[in-house]
């Protein structure tokens, strides 16, 4: 009997350091998941700040493209009403400047015409003397005056 007591004694041994190597190797086990599974989180708390971040770049840039097109929209408007002011200012001086020179055409052809008046011969003296002889005036003078206007381009 002595010989079974001892031989129970080692079985329980090794049932115990099985008992204990096998919860040893469940508590690594364990540990390599807890450990693996932190790794995981970390890398997916990781994935959601970098697509937030990039949503919050993402919108910043669609708001600065909203208010460059808006700036660049207000520049080109202010450009077009400038433009519109030039063109009515350029028509207007245009027009003034071709107003004033056919105003000074009409007073030039004026003072012809009041020139021309007092140098034509009045229709009452058709006949004139010279050298003792009388002379007939045989053309009419016509009532219109005839004369040349050259106009110059300043």
């Known amino acids: 009997?002595?010989?079974k007591c001892c031989k129970g004694g080692?079985?329980?041994d090794d049932v115990e350091r099985q008992r204990r190597r096998k919860l040893l190797l469940a508590q690594l086990h364990h540990g390599k998941?807890?450990?693996?599974?932190?790794?995981?989180q970390a890398w997916w708390r990781g994935v959601l700040v970098r697509r937030t971040l990039l949503v919050a770049a993402l919108r910043a840039w669609m708001i600065q493209c909203w208010w460059r097109t808006l700036v660049q929209r207000r520049i080109h408007q202010r450009r077009q009403a400038l433009l519109r002011v030039y063109v009515i200012q350029e028509q207007a001086t245009v027009k003034l400047q071709s107003?004033?020179?056919m105003w000074q055409c009409r007073q030039c052809y004026r003072q012809m015409c009041?020139?021309?008046c007092l140098f034509q011969v009045p229709e009452s003296s058709l006949a004139f003397?010279?050298?003792?002889?009388l002379q007939v005036q045989y053309a009419?003078?016509?009532k219109q005056p005839e004369f040349h206007i050259e106009i110059l381009s300043i």
């Open 114 to 116: 009041n020139a021309l």
């Open 140 to 142: 009419i003078p016509s």
């Open 10 to 12: 080692p079985d329980e």
């Open 33 to 40: 998941r807890v450990k693996a599974a932190g790794q995981i």
């Open 99 to 101: 107003c004033i020179r």
């Open 1 to 3: 009997m002595g010989s």
């Open 129 to 133: 003397q010279t050298d003792g002889f």
